[in-house]
């Protein structure tokens, strides 16, 4: 069975400093990875994925992960925060010819002015 | 294109009562989910479709049915709510294992 660990269910930044959201997965099978934003109110929009090739992956509004294949890791960073990047922030993983998607827990991401 | 679309979006059951979740999608995705969002718990899966006239469970599909006539709409069924059922639902629809679209989703309250 897969699952998702979301490492922090809140995480506080100041505005330019760095984001890191961690996000650690378990699978036997070669994994598609998966970050999703949701804002308050609204459903999920993908930032960025992971299916084959380029361990580094980059998404949506300077945002980037990369997987790590030794450590079962698809942490999710960006260089500077913004405001508008307050959010909460969905891991999810699923694997080619699978039918279901799984998620972790999500991580409240506030940025301080 | 409208992406997937939910009705309604807020809605208030008295225990027992029944009522049908809709969902409808524009991308013509043979893919189609269920989820439950809980406060500290993410999504879980409740149903999900790999095209009409196929569907199967979730992790959480007890107190819900669904059914898939055709590509676009997937509904929800709830038949006897509980207040455990209380949550906001999300549908959302994919291309084989790929990127899911989401729609706005519904709240639910059962009192």
């Known amino acids: 069975a897969q699952s998702v660990t979301q490492l922090g269910s809140h995480v506080s930044v100041s505005e330019g400093a760095l984001v890191l959201l961690r996000c650690n997965y378990s699978?036997?099978?070669?994994?598609?990875l998966f970050w999703y934003v949701q804002y308050p109110n609204q459903g999920l929009q993908l930032l960025l994925k992971?299916?084959?090739?380029?361990?580094l992956v980059k998404g949506i509004n300077g945002f980037e992960a990369e997987f790590k294949k030794s450590e079962t890791s698809f942490h999710l960073t960006k260089p500077s925060a913004h405001m508008s990047d307050a959010a909460e922030y969905f891991c999810?993983?699923?694997?080619?010819?699978?039918?279901?998607?799984?998620f972790g827990t999500g991580t409240s991401l506030t940025v301080i002015p | 294109n409208a992406g997937v679309t939910q009705t309604p979006k807020f809605r208030i059951l008295k225990i027992g009562q029944s009522m049908t979740l809709q969902c409808a999608q524009d991308?013509?995705?043979?893919?189609m989910y269920w989820y439950r969002q809980d406060p500290g718990m993410g999504l879980k899966l409740i149903y999900y479709?790999?095209?009409?006239?196929?569907?199967d469970k979730g992790e959480v599909p007890n107190g819900y049915n669904v059914s898939r006539s055709t590509t676009e709409d997937f509904p929800l069924r709830l038949e006897l709510a509980a207040p455990s059922q209380t949550s906001v639902y999300f549908c959302?629809?994919?291309?084989?294992?790929?990127?899911?679209?989401f729609g706005p989703g519904t709240r639910l309250t059962v009192l």
């Open positions: 959302a629809s994919s291309t084989y294992t790929d990127t899911q679209y």
């Open positions: 699978s036997s099978v070669p994994p598609y």
């Open positions: 992971y299916t084959t090739g380029a361990t």
């Open positions: 999810a993983v699923t694997e080619s010819g699978g039918n279901q998607f799984y």
């Open positions: 991308m013509n995705h043979n893919y």
């Open positions: 479709s790999v095209g009409a006239g196929i569907t």
